[in-house]
Nanobody
């Protein structure tokens, strides 16, 4: 059974930083491209960043230069370093394979950027 467990969210002031983690189980993690996604209230879920099995990364324009996705295949974990956070980054953040598989969505982790 594939499972992704996200952690590391919280409340942070504008300009602050957070590091999200996503622990994977139930799949051969190293061969999958992985993605971080987010869903803000009243909006559709969107892709934030992705990383291939070989380490090639891609970012949404809204986070380019501020967020960094990385992975540790030995730990079966994907990370999202978020710097210079803005109120518009407030959302529930999820990880999944890239592209995402419906059955694999976890509970996500809430990120709130507010003063």
């Amino acid at each position: 059974q594939v499972q992704f467990v996200e952690s590391g969210g919280g409340l942070v002031q504008p300009g602050g930083s957070l590091r999200l983690s996503c622990a994977a189980s139930g799949l051969v993690f190293s061969i999958y491209a992985m993605g971080w996604y987010r869903q803000a209230p009243g909006k559709q879920r969107e892709v934030v960043a992705s990383i291939t099995s070989g380490g090639t990364t891609n970012y949404a324009d809204s986070v380019k230069g501020r967020f960094t996705i990385s992975r540790d295949n030995a730990k079966k974990t994907v990370y999202l370093q978020m710097n210079s956070l803005k109120p518009d980054d407030t959302a529930v953040y999820y990880c999944n394979t890239f592209p995402g598989v419906g059955a694999y969505w976890g509970h996500g982790t809430q990120v709130t950027v507010s003063s």
